[in-house]
């Protein structure tokens, strides 16, 4: 069992920086894949990143690639999502995941888990 709580969201222009946490309660945050998924109003849910159990792996939406980072730091139970280069399209509830997949998925019906969401609304 574990419960994530996400922060860090927040209104910023286009072009800035947010970097969201989850952190996860329980002892066992280590031997789960973390993700960050987000839903923008009118859309479905979104896969954005996960990160594998140890941090070594990592897999980004095509949308996120090579302006998000996923990371993770297995003795604070938290994992995080910096995102550079913010757009308007990137306004959506993101939501961090747990899942015992060992490798990670994007398919959010793997994850277990799921935080309550935290706000990110880039002004254009």
């Known amino acids: 069992q574990v419960q994530l709580v996400e922060s860090g969201g927040g209104l910023v222009q286009a072009g800035g920086s947010l970097r969201l946490s989850c952190a996860a309660s329980?002892?066992?945050?280590?031997?789960?894949?973390m993700a960050w998924f987000r839903r923008a109003p009118g859309k479905e849910r979104e896969f954005v990143a996960v990160i594998s159990r140890s941090g070594g792996s990592t897999i980004f939406a095509v949308s996120v690639k090579g302006r998000f980072t996923i990371s993770r730091d297995n003795a604070k139970n938290t994992v995080y999502l910096q995102m550079n280069s913010l757009k308007p399209e990137d306004t959506a509830v993101y939501y961090c995941?747990?899942?015992?997949?060992?490798?990670?998925?994007?398919?959010?019906?793997?994850?277990?888990?799921w935080g309550q969401g935290t706000q990110v609304t880039v002004s254009s």
């Open positions: 995941a747990a899942t015992n997949v060992l490798v990670g998925t994007t398919t959010p019906s793997q994850y277990g888990y």
């Open positions: 329980g002892r066992t945050f280590s031997s789960y894949s």
